[in-house]
């Protein structure tokens, strides 16, 4: 359970919020489904919900939520474009410029962006829980 969430268990108290929609927006961890209602997120296991309130809505704010709730994704997205431009970049310039070359430096930014992306990421999912 991260800091800040509550845990409603089923048995006790079901929850359910008739305005509630069922999102696809945020990190599951390991939930059935997940809710929102305004700032509230909520996700359903087997035996409870975990329930915890968002700075900003996603549904309104796309970006706002990105970087009040969820920097790890925003850091994540731009360490992987600019690991793959760069990475790219380098590779291409430093080819013969032929087509193949340009399948290789295309290649190696696919590559570098998955990996500075995700690097990216954890480190400031690490940052942000500590």
């Known amino acids: 359970m991260a800091a800040g969430e509550i845990e409603v268990p089923k ?3 079901p929850l359910m919020l008739k305005d509630a929609k069922e999102t696809k927006l945020g990190h599951r961890n390991g939930a059935i489904r ?3 209602y ?3 997120h909520i996700r359903e296991y087997e035996d409870k919900y975990l ?3 968002d700075k900003v809505d996603p ?3 796309p970006l706002g939520h990105l970087i009040f709730d969820a920097p790890e994704v925003l850091i994540g997205l731009v360490s992987a474009a600019l690991g793959g431009t760069k990475i790219a970049s380098y590779v291409y310039n430093n080819s013969r410029k032929s087509k193949k070359d340009k399948q290789i ?3 190696a930014a696919l590559a570098s962006s998955l990996v500075t992306g995700y690097v990216g990421y954890k480190l400031t999912k690490k940052v942000k829980n500590s």
């Open 11 to 13: 048995e006790v108290r």
């Open 34 to 36: 997940q809710y929102r």
């Open 38 to 40: 305004g700032n509230l």
């Open 51 to 53: 329930v915890h309130i």
């Open 59 to 61: 549904l309104s704010d």
């Open 105 to 107: 430096a295309v290649a």
